[in-house]
């Protein structure tokens, strides 16, 4: 319901009652008995109503506390009926107790269970006993404050029979204990939903005080309708049907159940000091103390011993859950979920706790198990069939070993096997064997048929070593188990180690020396065969070590590659030679080329052309004067990748030559599909040059391909003058090799340049 609507049937509330004060103050007791006899009859139904309609909004407890509030008021306005109709309809005054009293009376058992059926309690009938116990508690304390202060002295007087008097003071005593619950249900109440609590709350204190009001009457004998103490159930009721109102809009959220605070666990106890405060009092004055007291005294005691009996009972479930959760959390912590093995760190802990006690001395080891091609399973099956496997796997592996045996998923497709107490080494050789049986048959489910196989590396435990050790070496020898094959075992040997540590060695070691800038640049001249000129340089790239000192290309180019640097490496590369060559060329005036030997992963790498023209544009060397030489490394399969490359190299002017050509078996492919300027022919066939044979037959006919193709030729390794000699003779265009210079940094080449052979300054002279 929106504030609005609520503030007008609250305002409509209040000036019905403002009205009906205002009747019974100025119209004559006669005249206005019948109008609060059936407004006292309207105001319940109207309550009754509006709880109704507020728990057909609910559902659940809510619905069903509704409704029981709906029913007590309904009692209440029945009861009312019953009384109207003896006093208007049949004339026979306020007799009392009535039969309006079944009604009246069963409206607050009914209320109260209302108001306990809201889902604020704490579950379970115990818990919700110990809140009616704290209730009877602050009512007993309550009563009996009330006794002694109001009650008594009224009563000293009796004027009416004792059951009248005892069935009239009942109704305030109920009023108390409603009082009481709703204190209780407020301060455990979430703060949505205190506003109609509040109201109910309100309600009822104007019913109490009609009720206290009405018990007093009697007390005095003046009870009748008509008073102006009445106004509290008409209006008290008003408040309760505002309340149904107030909560019927509200959706419950989830339950909240608040933990009670301490003051609430104070409360129930407080009437205790009041008893006994109050029976001193009368010990005191009197001498005895009073029957009445004793007995609320007595049951006050007896509700405590009953809340603390609830109290103890709770805490050792409580005591229990938490036991069982500690166990269950702990195992959690400890097991890996899918399986139920031992997870990595409680098989470490444990191999650790083994491992570190002195009593184990008999032969240990871990096993590593890993299953081969795992992820294929999960592709080709699912992850759900997956996990099924991973569990096959697992119970298998269990089965399989000794009971003392520890197995463990260190996750994924990854398990470990601590096996102790082993008589010798061989006997783990047969365990390995039968693990990897037992393994290799293949899965059978109603929804699965797979078969996975796995690899097994074994580390036998040696004085001072730890389970990550142990693990560590079981790893690697179940990687070099997998390099023989997938289903295979292996034992622990320390050259393992070496050989799967020492690539990851050099690969830190390599990138170090890229961030460190350890790598350098060599040149090796070529030059002009008729005249021996310098024409061109050849880039070549040195590793200057620290402490291995100079390192050739030959050494780390590969391991370049493995780590990925290649790229980074060759770019780094062209531009140096680039800019050398600038120098070069200004320091000689002649138009020398630079060659630069580029990998394959350089040549497939999209960027590889930008870095090129970045090259060029930076060192401001001309297009022409750089040469890009290609080995036949690259796969004629990426040729077509290749190609493109080139060709977009040799429009923007750079030579491409081919390196090596003819050491390899696609060298012809190649020229059949690649667009290039320069053939360097193989150093091993001007090994063979002299040799007699074939040699000098197949140079003739590679410079002969080359000259019809309208390509340079350049003779590699040549280291005799008779080699020269032998490609002057054949028509090569150039030639590289120690015989006229070994590869030396770029200032050497300089000072060789400037010195040119007669035959060189002959030309230069002619030009
Ligand atoms: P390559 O491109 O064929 O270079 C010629 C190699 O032969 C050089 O070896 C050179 O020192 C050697 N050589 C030259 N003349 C003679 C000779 O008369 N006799 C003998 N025995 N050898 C001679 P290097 O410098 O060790 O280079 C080896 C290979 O490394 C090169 O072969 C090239 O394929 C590669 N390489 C060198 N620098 C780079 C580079 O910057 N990037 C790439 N990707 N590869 C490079
Ligand atoms: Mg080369
Ligand atoms: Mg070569």
């Known amino acids: ?105 069963a409206a607050v058992p009914l209320l109260l269970a209302g108001l306990l ?79 109609p609590i509040l109201l109910i709350t309100a309600g009822a204190l104007l019913i109490a005080v009609s009720d206290t009001g009405s018990a007093y009457a009697h007390a005095r004998g003046s009870f009748g309708s008509g008073n102006l103490v009445d106004i509290g159930w008409v209006a008290g009721h008003l408040v309760l049907g505002l309340a149904a109102l107030c909560a019927f809009g509200r959706r419950e959220g989830p339950r909240q159940v608040l933990p009670p605070t301490p003051l609430s666990a104070v409360v129930p106890y407080l009437p205790l000091p009041v008893v006994i405060a109050l029976a001193v009092r009368e010990w005191l004055s009197d001498g005895v103390i009073s029957p009445f007291t004793l007995l609320i005294g007595l049951a006050l005691f007896v509700l405590v011993l009953l809340r603390q009996g609830l109290a103890v009972r709770e805490n050792v479930r409580l005591v229990r859950l938490l036991a069982s959760n500690e166990s269950e959390l702990s195992h959690r912590a400890e097991h890996d979920p899918l399986t139920d093995l031992n997870n990595r760190g ?130 690697i020898a179940m990687y070099a188990a997998k390099a023989r094959g997938k289903g295979m075992f292996g034992i622990f040997e320390p050259s393992m180690h070496v050989a799967m540590y020492a690539p990851l060695e050099r690969r830190a070691d390599l990138e170090r020396a890229v961030e460190a800038g350890e790598f350098a640049l060599h040149f090796q001249p070529v030059v002009d065969v008729p005249t021996r000129a310098i024409v061109g340089v050849e880039a ?44 070069l060329r200004g320091i000689t005036g002649d138009d020398l080329f630079v ?28 297009a022409e004067a750089l040469v890009v030489e290609l080995t036949e490394s690259v796969s004629v399969g990426e040729s077509e990748v290749v190609g493109l490359r080139l060709c977009q190299l040799r429009s923007m002017g750079v030579r491409v030559a081919i390196d090596d050509f003819g050491s390899g078996y696609s060298s012809f492919t190649y020229l059949r599909r690649l667009r290039v ?61 120690y015989l006229h210079a070994r590869p030396m940094p770029m200032d050497q080449i300089a000072e060789r340049c400037l010195v040119r052979t007669p035959a060189a300054a002959e030309i230069a002279a002619a030009r």
């Open 346 to 475: 409680s098989f470490i802990h444990l191999v650790d706790e083994w491992l570190s006690d002195p009593a184990s001395d008999r032969i240990c080891a871990v096993m590593f198990v890993d299953l081969d091609d795992f992820k294929h399973i999960n592709d080709s099956l699912g992850h759900a069939m997956g996990d099924e496997a991973i569990v096959a796997v697992g119970e298998r592996l269990r089965s399989c070993m000794r009971s003392h045996d520890l197995v463990a998923r260190l996750g994924g497709d990854e398990f470990a096997v601590f096996l102790t107490r082993l008589p010798n080494v061989n006997q783990l050789v047969t365990i390995a064997e039968r693990l990897i049986e037992t393994l290799n048959e293949p899965f059978q489910s109603a929804d699965m048929h797979a078969s996975v196989c796995g690899t097994i590396g074994i580390a036998i435990a040696e004085p001072g070593d730890d389970a990550a050790e142990l693990l560590r070496r079981a790893d």
């Open 117 to 195: 059926t809201m889902p604020f309690w704490p579950a379970g009938p115990a818990a919700k006993l110990r809140v009616v116990s704290d209730g009877l508690l602050v009512a007993g304390g309550i009563l009996l404050l009330s006794w002694h202060t109001v009650l008594t002295p009224v009563l000293a007087s009796p004027v009416d029979s004792a059951l009248s008097q005892g069935l009239s003071l009942a109704y305030p005593i109920g009023d108390v204990i409603v009082v009481t619950v709703l204190a209780m249900m407020w301060s455990r109440a979430s703060s949505s939903s205190r506003t």
């Open 677 to 737: 300027d320069i053939l360097k022919i193989d150093k091993s066939f001007m090994d063979d040059l002299l040799a007699g044979g074939s040699g000098a037959a197949l140079v003739e006919g590679m410079i002969g391909l080359g000259n019809s193709l309208g390509l340079l030729t350049i003779g590699e390794g040549v280291e005799e003058g008779a080699q020269h000699a032998a490609l002057v003779r054949l028509g090569c265009s150039m030639a590289q090799g």
């Open 1 to 105: 319901m929106t504030n609005r609507r609520l503030c007008v049937v609250g305002t409509a509330a209040a000036a019905f009652c403002t009205a009906l004060v205002l009747a019974m103050l100025l119209a004559p007791a006669a005249a206005t008995r019948p109008l609060d006899e059936l407004s006292e009859l309207v105001a319940p139904m109207l309550a009754a109503t509006a709880c109704v309609v507020a728990g057909r909004r609910k559902g659940g407890r809510a619905r069903t506390a509704w409704y029981l509030i709906a029913a007590g008021a309904a009692a209440r306005g029945a009861g009312q009926g019953a009384w109207c109709w003896l006093d208007l309809v049949l004339h026979q005054g306020n007799p009392f107790p009535s039969i309006a009293d079944a009604g009246f009376a």
């Open 595 to 622: 060659s630069v030997n580029v990998s394959s992963s350089q040549m497939l790498d999209s960027g590889f052309v930008a870095v090129v023209s970045d090259a060029l544009a930076g060192s401001g060397l001309p």
């Open 540 to 583: 070549l790239i040195r590793w200057e070590h620290p402490l291995l000192g100079m390192v050739g290309p030959l050494d780390f180019i590969d391991d370049l590659e493995k780590a990925a640097l290649m790229i980074r490496v060759g770019a780094w590369v062209l531009n140096e030679a680039c800019g050398q060559a600038v120098r």
